[in-house]
């Protein structure tokens, strides 16, 4: 079943009184979009003749040029599979009212009618040629419904909406538009999408109307669960809007479910070129640099007052944190000494220890004393070599054997180490392990996914950079600038391989995982929106067509789908958390740990480039 549904929303200019003219600038506007093979084309309620009208609507010679209007657009959608919804004023026995015809492949599938009238129409009153207002179509895997009133009014019909179980919502209006209108209609239709779930499209008459008594604008847009996927305006001629629409985005965010029936549906077109909406490499961040700004400033007190409120509540008032000189570490540390200050509490209550192994290298050592140094904290240094040596010779294993087994037991080692200073100190750990770690299994189990209440786990890596990136940038952490800015300029690795013989780091995990951003990508789509691999890849082949190639892309897809399935188990006893965003693992995406993953990757090896 389709899921991806091509919105097209029309503004044509109108001409009072002058159907022909009013339906020439429809049918250029439909033949315009026809090339993009829309599934759903909205036009404003009375496009075929504007509202200003007024009287004259009484007059037969119009109604009758309207509805010969109405026959040419039956015949120019014939050959056009999607909806077509475009407003006019109807002759129903001794009144007209505002109405509004639905045409698919040259066919009238009836009438609905308008829930505003202007002057010298009645609305909302069915006849025979009528359907009922609540009446619902099926394109694809989307449900849609018409009601024919301004934005402004959509709050009064929410329930409505509600009892429907509609997707998609379209909204043919022909209204004036006041002075700073259309940005309060933009924020309507933004957070009602978003509250509910659902899309929104609107299209409102106005191009090239008359000037008296009321100022008209044309616009039009969609808006799919809080984001603005397109809009136009236009005081003069016509114009038109395209965008994709996701049924699988909006069902994940839909608030309600319902049974109603379904007038008439289809499958929605098939072979479309492209997809008619932008798609962000790194969804988890506003793209706007101010709300970017607030979010990331918003997040990292959410990670403080989350810890902050565990060692109220629990009445421990010390910290203990393993700092490496990463990324990772790095956050926590910060979000600790912010937690501390919240508290009033003195930073010595933080407890940092660096625990030099095989692999630390002298940049990373060196930038974990000198932010602990900066941020006045307790310090503590135990080495790890000389134990883990021993415990690799208790259990029987070479040391020069750089196995699995060589690396997890310097991970287990220093969680044992931070445990028990825990215990001694009467202190909560601080697990470090991000978002991006956990969905790859790229954690070590009982060792670095151990913690006492980990405040990174809802964070992926590329997130944490933004965070560490922009606490750099804070008064409250001047004075360990430039480390944090070394540290962000440091590759990420988990160091548990020995560096090169100039003291290089030599085990990156970019290099051995691929881009964390592409994961993180395919991560947001798969637990947000549910989507199937197929669909996974081929968004990311559009975020990321500058820069991957599609081989590349399904190689670190099987991969990434490979090592989320059988991750699981690590994830199902991860420790304490809060989820502070919207996309999480553990208990907020359970699945069996002895989940197969066969199906997945057969369906990403069916894909033909």
């Not at 188990?569 to 965003?581: E, L, M, N």
Request: proline share 6%; hydrophobic share 40%.
């Amino acid at each position: 079943m389709n899921t991806i549904l091509r919105v097209g929303c029309g503004v044509n200019r109108t001409y009072p009184a002058n159907p022909k003219l009013c339906g020439y600038e429809i049918q250029e506007l439909l033949q315009k979009m026809a090339q993009q093979e829309p599934d759903v084309m909205l036009f404003p309620s009375l496009a075929l003749s504007s509202p200003s009208c007024g009287a004259l609507f009484r007059n037969a010679t119009l109604l009758d040029a309207c509805q010969e209007q109405l026959s040419q657009l039956q015949i120019a959608s014939k050959e056009q599979q999607g909806y077509l919804f475009v407003g006019l004023p109807l002759r129903d026995g001794g009144t007209v009212r505002s109405a509004l015809a639905v045409l698919r492949q040259g066919q009238l599938l009836g009438y609905l009618p308008t829930q505003s009238a202007p002057q010298g129409l009645v609305g909302e009153n069915p006849s025979q040629l009528m359907l009922p207002m609540d009446t619902l179509f099926a394109c694809g895997e989307l449900k849609l419904m018409a009601l024919g009133c301004s934005p402004l009014e959509l709050p009064l019909h929410l329930g409505e909406i509600q009892r429907t179980g509609c997707d998609l919502v379209l909204l043919p209006c022909y209204h004036p538009v006041r002075a700073g209108e259309l940005q309060q209609i933009r924020r309507l239709c933004k957070t009602l999408s978003q509250a509910l779930g659902i899309g929104i499209a609107v299209a409102n008459g106005g191009a090239g109307d008359t000037s008296h008594p009321d100022a008209f604008q044309g616009y039009a847009g969609v808006w799919e669960c809080g984001q603005e996927l397109c809009f136009q305006w236009g005081y003069y001629d016509s114009f038109s809007v395209l965008c994709d629409v996701d049924a699988d985005i909006l069902h994940a965010n839909k608030m309600f479910t319902a049974f109603h029936p379904v007038f008439h549906a289809f499958p929605g077109t098939a072979g479309k070129r492209g997809l008619l909406r932008k798609v962000e490499q790194n969804p988890y961040l506003p793209q706007d640099p101010q709300e970017r700004e607030a979010y990331l400033d918003h997040l990292f007190h959410l990670q403080a007052s989350s810890l902050a409120k565990r060692m109220s509540n629990t009445g421990l008032g010390r910290l203990v944190l393993g700092v490496s000189g990463g990324l990772d570490s790095t956050l926590a540390l910060l979000v600790g000494v912010q937690a501390l200050q919240d508290l009033n509490l003195p930073r010595d209550r933080l407890t940092g220890i660096t625990m030099p192994g095989f692999g630390t290298s002298d940049r990373t050592y060196y930038n974990a004393l000198a932010l602990l140094e900066a941020l006045q904290v307790r310090q503590r240094e135990i080495s790890i070599r000389a134990c883990v040596t021993q415990h690799l010779a208790d259990i029987g294993q070479d040391p020069d054997q750089r196995d699995v087994t060589y690396e997890n037991a310097q991970a287990r080692e220093r969680c044992q180490i931070l445990l028990d200073v825990a215990n001694q100190e009467n202190a909560l750990v601080i697990g470090t392990g991000d978002l991006s770690e956990e969905a790859l299994g790229w954690c070590t189990f009982g060792g670095d996914h151990l913690a006492s209440y980990n405040v990174n786990s809802c964070i992926t890596k590329t997130v944490v950079r933004a965070l560490v990136e922009h606490c750099a940038q804070l008064e409250a952490f001047a004075p360990c600038r430039e480390i944090l800015q070394d540290i962000l300029d440091t590759p990420v690795s988990p160091e548990l391989l020995p560096p090169d013989e100039t003291g290089e780091i030599t085990q990156k995990t970019e290099d051995i995982l691929g881009p964390y951003l592409l994961h993180e990508f395919f991560l947001y789509y798969l637990v947000k929106y549910g989507f199937r691999p197929a669909k996974l890849y081929y968004y990311a082949c559009i975020a990321f067509s500058t820069q991957l190639e599609p081989a590349f892309i399904r190689e670190k897809l099987k991969l990434f789908l490979r090592r989320f399935v059988t991750s699981q188990f690590k994830r199902s006893c991860t420790p304490d958390a809060a989820q502070v965003t919207d996309v999480s693992l553990g208990a907020a995406f359970p699945f069996p740990s002895d989940c197969g993953y066969r199906a997945f990757l057969d369906e990403v090896d069916s894909i033909h480039f």
